[in-house]
């Protein structure tokens, strides 16, 4: 509950102050994660997770909501959450299935890497090439199957989404008539 509270701020800032404040909000929340201990503890033995369950947290669920990138969907999801689990005592992984199940999506790598693992995803790149004869080099250093695509830029006002995974993947940027 910790980590919807502290989304819930998010939210308040986006509709008061609108979306590119609601981003520094979410900038600076992040900033206060310490990325020291998971977030869950160790189950049945008494051990505390993370702080992080605040600041942290509510960059998962702005992250989800990025991902999903609808919307409409992803307040369905909020919204409709209150009342699937009203007058019920639920477990984190039950909140995470309920996600997965609405938005049709698999984020169970995601939130194995967030939520279960202090360190926070590397994302390495590479630019090798010269001229416009350029390739793009990436992948994911975390987790065994993490794979959270990332939305960039590659020309001006045009974004795209790519899939890093931890093995390397290549992109031929010779298709954009930019030089990089």
Not at 28 to 47: C, K, L, W
Not at 72 to 79: C, E, G, N, P, Q
Not at 109 to 129: A, H, M, S, T
Not at 137 to 145: Q, S
Request: glycine letters at 4%; aromatic letters at 16%; one cysteine or more.
């Amino acid at each position: 509950q910790e980590t919807f509270c502290t989304y819930a701020e998010v939210l308040y800032v986006e509709c008061m102050y609108g979306y590119d404040a609601m981003i520094k909000y979410v900038q600076n929340q992040m900033s206060m994660a310490q990325n020291r201990r998971a977030i869950v503890g160790t189950p049945d033995v008494h051990q505390k997770g993370s702080s992080d369950m605040y600041a942290k947290g509510s960059a998962i669920l702005h992250t989800i909501r990025s991902l999903i990138d609808n919307d409409t969907v992803w307040f369905d999801i909020i919204k409709s959450m209150t009342n699937h689990f009203k007058h019920q005592t639920i477990d984190g992984r039950e909140v995470l299935d309920y996600i997965n199940l609405k938005s049709g999506r698999n984020f169970d790598n995601l939130y194995q890497q967030y939520l279960y693992n202090p360190k926070l995803p590397e994302f390495e790149y590479k630019l090798c090439g010269w001229g416009k004869r350029k390739t793009l080099k990436y992948r994911w250093n975390a987790i065994d199957g993490f794979d959270m695509p990332l939305k960039v830029t590659l020309e001006n006002n045009k974004f795209d989404w790519i899939y890093p995974e931890n093995e390397w993947k290549e992109m031929d940027l010779s298709i954009w008539k930019k030089d990089f």
